[in-house]
């Protein structure tokens, strides 16, 4: 074949029909498939990036009216030159004044941010002089927590529920793909100082001195160092208020000669607030033993939430936290509290994407049978031994450029599955019919030239699919772009990946498996072929 000149199809075909390159190139996609689908961040959805931030600022005594006209209308005339800015939302309050600001989708979160802060703090001077610093809190979507676990116990209040688990997140902190968490309901410790107004008077102290003395008697500061035994040591002092008894020691003044404690003129209390400003409780169903023993179905309760850090795997992260949460329950948490795995989006994600995968085997299998009716086994083992192979590219694809394997990857994949079997098929097919008036001609020339007669309408073919599927890209914007992203980039590779095996391994396995005779002519016309007649007919009628 080397004074035939071919097109891409027939050297790739001459390049590989023989070759050992085939075996590695077969192995090398099928390792490439599996370090992917281990490895490569699963989600329930794809990842949309909206940018976005809360601006509050501080104007003590002012009406919510003033805070809209002194506040709010400043901050949105500087936010509004931020460049990629798409949205403001506004609300005034007595006293502060909140600024929603929504980016456009894709924008880089860090950038956005940079430009945020750069912008209001350098026109801080358009703020009323009375304002505090204004405080910008980032708004980010990978803060929604994929694991929620639920404390719950008949014996315990929600206080001690909320002490467990601020212990339990503290151990959950060093994981290392965990970003966000806290935990929602109970009642925080507070050390409460309940001033009695007739001693106040008694030893003629002021409220405001005693707000100036606790202010001044709490404080950590370092002072220093000394040289001691020829060592440089730090000297730290270490002044923080932690328990009511430090707080009752505390001077507040002086009475005929001695001195007056904080304890001889208030009451200190060391534990929850007295007034709830918030109430969780956890309800068992009606499957729960509890119902019909007149308990409670309702009992004290927090809940732990965890979300993760970008890019990382849900499937993955989820599994560490609950391990992680599992050992620390038997280390310190007592047996009367009840843990509750209340949301999983790890374990959606993955049997999401397991039932997804599952399918996709299904309709391969399906290809697979189709092709053994009308061409034979050899040619459907050949046809379905490509499949596999062009997957694994294109989740290989996946893992080295960016999108998480979820619901609309896979639906890429499995819509693209009918469309990457066709060049395979037309490859296998001429084979097939070549092979039927192989007669002495050599089988490797055959097979090479078989591929390159098909080899430029493949191509056109092939390529104007990945044109309408690519141009998704650049059509959908905001956030339906982010959303179908996967299938604007999983099809134009996958059917790419159809191109290079169906011109590498099929003409390869075609020159192995196949037999010279083994095919038919698509001129033969058996008289008792029914489908063969049934066409005929109908194409003569139309």
């Known amino acids: 074949m080397s004074d035939v000149k071919l097109n891409s199809a027939g050297r790739l075909a001459e390049a590989f029909v023989t070759s050992r390159l085939t075996v590695l190139f077969m192995l090398a996609c099928a390792l490439l498939g599996a370090l992917a689908i281990a490895y490569t961040p699963r989600e329930e959805n794809p990842q949309i990036i909206v940018p976005g931030a809360q601006v509050r600022v501080f104007l003590p005594g002012a009406s919510a009216a003033e805070v809209e006209q002194l506040v ?28 929603s600001v929504q980016f456009k989708v894709g924008q880089d979160k860090e950038k956005s941010l940079v430009k945020l802060y750069d912008r209001i703090l350098g026109q801080r001077d358009r703020l009323p002089p009375g304002a505090g610093d204004p405080l910008i809190v980032s708004v980010d979507v990978d803060d929604v927590p994929i694991v929620t676990v639920t404390l719950a116990s008949e014996v ?8 467990l688990a601020d212990r339990l997140l503290d151990g959950l902190r060093s994981l290392e793909s965990v970003s966000a968490s806290y935990v929602k309901g109970g009642r925080d410790r507070e050390v409460r100082v309940e001033l009695e107004p007739d001693r106040l008077q008694a030893f003629a102290v002021t409220i405001d001195r005693i707000r100036a003395v606790l202010a001044a008697a709490n404080v950590s500061a370092p002072l220093g160092g000394v040289v001691q035994q020829g060592q440089n040591r730090s000297v730290f002092l270490d002044g923080f208020l932690t328990s009511a008894d430090g707080l009752k020691r505390v001077i507040v003044g002086s009475h005929a000669g001695r001195p007056i404690y904080l ?14 400003t918030r109430l969780s409780r956890f309800a068992f169903g009606p499957a729960d033993p509890r119902f019909g023993k007149g308990l409670d ?40 509290v009840e843990f509750v795995v209340t949301r999983n989006d790890g374990k959606k994600a993955d049997d999401a994407v397991n039932g997804l995968i599952k399918h996709l085997g299904v309709a391969v299998l ?34 080295l450029f960016g999108p998480t394997i979820n619901r609309v990857t896979l639906f890429a994949l499995i819509l693209s599955l009918g469309l990457l079997v066709d060049a395979a098929i037309v ?17 490797r020339a055959v097979t090479v030239q078989a591929t390159d007669e098909i080899g430029s309408p ?45 011109y590498t391994v099929v003409p390869w396995a075609a020159n192995r498996w196949l037999k ?27």
């Open 263 to 276: 304890g001889d003129v208030a009451t200190i209390v060391d534990g929850p607030p007295e007034e709830r």
């Open 516 to 542: 010279p005779g083994e095919g038919h002519d698509l001129e033969d016309r058996d008289p008792k072929d029914r489908l063969h007649r049934f066409y005929r007919r109908s194409a003569r009628i139309s």
């Open 366 to 399: 399906s290809v697979f049978l189709v092709i053994f009716f009308f061409l034979g086994p050899k040619e459907a083992l050949i046809v379905g031994l490509s499949v596999p192979l062009i997957l694994a590219l294109t989740l290989g694809a996946d893992y």
């Open 427 to 443: 490859v296998i097919e001429n084979i097939h019919r070549q092979y039927a008036r192989l007669d002495r001609r050599d089988k």
């Open 156 to 163: 315990y209040d929600d206080y001690a529920l909320k002490r």
């Open 72 to 99: 709010i209308h400043p901050l949105e005339g500087i936010v509004q030159q931020i460049p990629g800015v798409d949205h403001t939302f506004a609300m005034a309050m007595n006293s502060v004044g909140i600024l």
């Open 297 to 336: 179905p309702e009992i004290p309760a927090v809940t732990l939430a965890v979300a993760k850090k970008p890019g990382s795997n849900a499937v993955f992260v989820a599994a560490a936290v609950l391990d992680r949460i599992e050992r620390m329950k038997r280390q310190f948490i007592p047996a009367e």
């Open 458 to 502: 493949t191509n056109l073919a092939t390529l104007a699919v990945m044109l309408v599927f690519l141009s998704l890209i650049p059509m959908l914007t905001g956030m339906p772009g982010q959303y179908f992203y996967p299938v604007g980039f999983n099809v134009p590779i996958a059917m790419l990946a159809s191109l290079l095996v169906a």
